[in-house]
């Protein structure tokens, strides 16, 4: 019988000291190394994640995580004040505003990657 105690997600990235600083230092989420040398992020809620080295890493092409929140303006403002670039989508399919922001067209969502160029969002509660 099927019957996980527990799951996780996992992605790669090619820098693993560069993430660890991203997800703890510019998201604020908790993030350990395992015995492995894998980082461990606990997201909002209490799942955690599995960051893990790969030296020849392509940056998913799709959002690996989405970051639910009351106030996508305020999230955007915030995470911009930390460094953290949210207009990613230059002429594209995706119409953003000037904050990187998608409105009316979906949930109200604005994306940005991490230093190893992965696709994360902050996406309207």
Do not use: C
Not at 31 to 42: A, K, P, Q, S, Y
Not at 63 to 69: A, E, M, P
Not at 87 to 109: A, F, V
Request: zero cysteines.
């Amino acid at each position: 019988m099927f019957t996980p105690v527990h799951a996780f997600s996992g992605f790669s990235v090619d820098d693993i000291d560069a993430a660890r600083s991203f997800y703890s230092d510019k998201l604020g989420l908790t993030v350990t190394d395992d015995d492995m040398g894998f980082l461990r992020i606990v997201l909002p809620g209490g799942a955690d994640v599995l960051a893990y080295p790969k030296p020849d890493h392509t940056p998913a092409t799709f959002t690996i995580l989405n970051f639910v929140v009351s106030d996508v303006d305020s999230a955007v403002d915030e995470l911009n004040g930390r460094g953290v670039q949210t207009k990613i989508y230059e002429n594209s399919d995706l119409p953003t505003d000037d904050k990187g922001i998608m409105r009316d067209n979906g949930p109200t969502i604005a994306w940005f990657r991490d230093p190893a160029g992965n696709v994360l969002s902050v996406i309207a509660e």
